[in-house]
């Protein structure tokens, strides 16, 4: 998906009789309105129980509506493959989104945490700032 979740998107021409499993990738989407949420949701709940459904690279933002947003994923279980996590090194004080792939990042679901990564650059243990443990919250709705 590319572009904005607003009050201009249109999901309806996406037609999904017959499908198995869809995949999401947020990667594209810059803004997300409340207006569009709204629209995302009557478009998501729509999508049938039979349906898997995963979200791969998804970008901080679309975390956020998930832990914040009741009812971002209905009542689905989705499988949140990998998303973009904000961290800055002080050292070579570089600043860059990295991919989690929460498979191999995230082994407790229970107690999720940061998982512990070191700058390609220095080697330095990442410090993920603006990544509170509150962002991590979706991992208990995923399927372990
Ligand atoms: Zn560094």
Do not use: Y
């Amino acid at each position: 998906m590319v572009g904005s979740i607003d009050n201009e998107a249109d999901f309806s021409t996406l037609g999904f009789s017959d499908i198995k499993k869809i995949v999401f990738n947020f990667e594209g989407v810059r803004l997300i309105s409340s207006s569009g949420i709204q629209t995302w949701i009557k478009f998501f709940s729509g999508i049938s129980e039979s349906v898997s459904i995963e979200f791969v690279r998804s970008p901080l933002r679309i975390i956020t509506q998930i832990n914040l947003v009741l009812g971002f994923l209905f009542s689905k279980t989705v499988n949140i493959n990998s998303f973009f996590a904000p961290n800055s090194c002080e050292e070579c004080d570089d600043s860059k989104q990295i991919l989690l792939e929460t498979k191999a990042h995230f082994h407790n679901f229970a107690a999720p945490a940061a998982p512990v990564l070191n700058c390609d650059l220095c080697k330095k243990e990442i410090d993920f700032d603006r990544l509170e443990k509150k962002n991590f919250l979706f991992s208990k709705r995923l399927a372990a």
